[in-house]
């Protein structure tokens, strides 16, 4: 299986910051890698997609970049609503997995 | 707009089966792979298997195969999960999600999740 290493696992920021959120692969998955967003109680939710592209109805403010094995995931400006978990997830093999996750908390 | 409702989790002994269902609406359910993502209590998500557009092309992560078995009515627009002797790290909540595409790709769609409980 592909290993998919998330850091860091939790991060303390304050609004308005920017956060850069690091997941990497233990082999090429190209460009095929998701990000999630994920509140307490609540269902993962889709931001970006094929690495870099944004998922209709998600903020400008949420960006991703990467390619092969290391991949990064940006909020240009933190917002309150923003405070959550991230995921990231690689679809290249038949076997799909996820990072172990971010916590977004406020510092 | 897109709907995923999952039942059938609750509370299931140690070695008993329990099959979860997810009811799907709002899109073209026969043209899409379905997965089903799981998330024990205080911890990250995993993915469990996914079933193709087909009903016929499966695959599965490796701690599950031979114990899950994922299948699909798309005369009814329902996904299962059969849960056989399932164990006590078994215990999560078990998501349905729509794929993006007819196989393996990312999620665009997920249910609200449904709690399963393994103790004797």
């Known amino acids: 299986d592909i290993q998919m290493t998330q850091s860091p696992s939790t991060l303390s920021a304050s609004v308005g910051d920017r956060v850069t959120i690091t997941c990497r692969a233990s082999q090429s998955i190209n460009s095929w890698l998701a990000w999630y967003q994920q509140k307490p109680g609540k269902a993962p939710r889709l931001l970006i997609y094929e690495a870099s592209s944004l998922e209709s109805g998600v903020p400008s403010r949420f960006s991703g970049s990467g390619s092969g094995t290391e991949f990064t995931l940006t909020i240009s400006s933190l917002q309150p609503d923003d405070f959550a978990s991230y995921y990231c997830q690689q679809y290249n093999s038949y076997s799909l997995t996820f990072g172990g996750g971010t916590k977004v908390e406020i510092k | 707009q897109v709907q995923l409702v999952e039942s059938g989790g609750g509370v299931v002994q140690p070695g008993r089966s329990l099959r979860l269902s997810c009811a799907a609406s709002g899109f073209v359910f026969s043209s899409y792979g379905m997965h089903w993502v799981r998330q024990a209590p205080g911890k990250g998500l995993e993915w469990v298997a996914v079933?193709?557009?087909?009903?016929?092309?499966?695959y599965y992560a490796d701690s599950m195969k031979g114990r899950f078995t994922i299948s699909r009515d798309n005369s009814k627009n329902t996904v299962y999960l059969q849960m056989n002797s399932p164990r006590a790290d078994d215990t999560a909540v078990y998501y349905c999600?729509?794929?993006?595409?007819?196989?393996?790709?990312?999620?665009?769609?997920w249910g609200q999740g449904t709690l399963v409980t393994v103790s004797s």
């Open positions: 079933i193709g557009y087909d009903e016929i092309v499966q």
């Open positions: 999600a729509k794929g993006r595409g007819s196989l393996l790709h990312h999620f665009d769609s």
